[in-house]
C-alpha cells in the first residue's frame, strides 16, 4: 500500500539526494513540535481492518518549557485477544500493574532551564496534563524519580544523558535502554531536543 498525504513527500525528500539534504535533516522522526499520525488496526469478523487513523496532539505544560509528551497509546489493565482498539484517555501519566503507556517523549537542551520551585498554579497545570507524575518526581524537581515499571526506550532523535545512582550513559539516535524501576534522570547537554520512544509497563509488587 502506498503512504498517504504527507508521508509521501516527507519520504521522498530524504530519499531524494540530488537536491543535497542530509537524512539526518529531514528526518520524519523529528516529531518534537507537531502532530504525530496514529494508526490504530483491528479485527471485525475475522478481517483486520484500520480502527482509527488520526494525529495525536503533543503535551505541553508552561511549567517545563520544550519538554513534550505524544501519548500514543494507554491501558490499565491486561488486554484480551484480540485487544480492545479504544481510545482510552485521561489516565495516569504512569502504568499501574498490567497496564501500558507508549509514548513519544522529548527533552530540550539543559540550556532551556527547569524551575527548581513550582507555584501552585504551575502545580495544578501539570497535575492536570499529567495525572499523577509528580508523585513519583523527587521534590527538588531536579528531574530524579524511580516508577514501578518495566520502560523500554529507543533514541529516535537527537542525545541524552541517562542518569543513574552510580553510573551515567551517553546514548545517541538508535540506542535502547531497557529500564528495569531504576531511580534515574534524563539530561539533555546538547544543543538540540531529543526524541525518545518510550514504552512504560507497569510492574507487579515490590521485590523482596
Known sequence: MVPRG???????????????????????WRVSSSNVRR??????????HVAHDDQVEPITVSALPGYRWHRLWSFDTPTTDPPSADIQSGLPHFPP??????????????SAGRPQTLPPAAERELEAALPGRAAHMESD?????????????????GEIWLEL???????????????????HAWRNKSDKPCTMAVVLVGTGATAG
Open 39 to 48: 494508526i490504530v488496526t483491528t479485527s471485525t469478523n475475522g478481517l483486520s
Open 6 to 28: 504527507n508521508n509521501v513527500s516527507r519520504h521522498r525528500s530524504c530519499a531524494d539526494s540530488s537536491r543535497g539534504v542530509e537524512q539526518r535533516t529531514c528526518n520524519v
Open 141 to 157: 524537581q531536579d528531574g530524579m524519580h524511580r516508577t514501578p515499571s518495566l520502560d523500554f526506550v529507543l533514541v529516535v532523535s
Open 165 to 183: 545512582d552510580n553510573d551515567e550513559v551517553h546514548l545517541r539516535e538508535g540506542d535502547c535502554i531497557v529500564q528495569n524501576g531504576s531511580r
Open 97 to 110: 500493574p498490567g497496564g501500558l503507556r507508549f509514548t513519544l517523549y522529548t527533552v530540550p537542551p539543559e
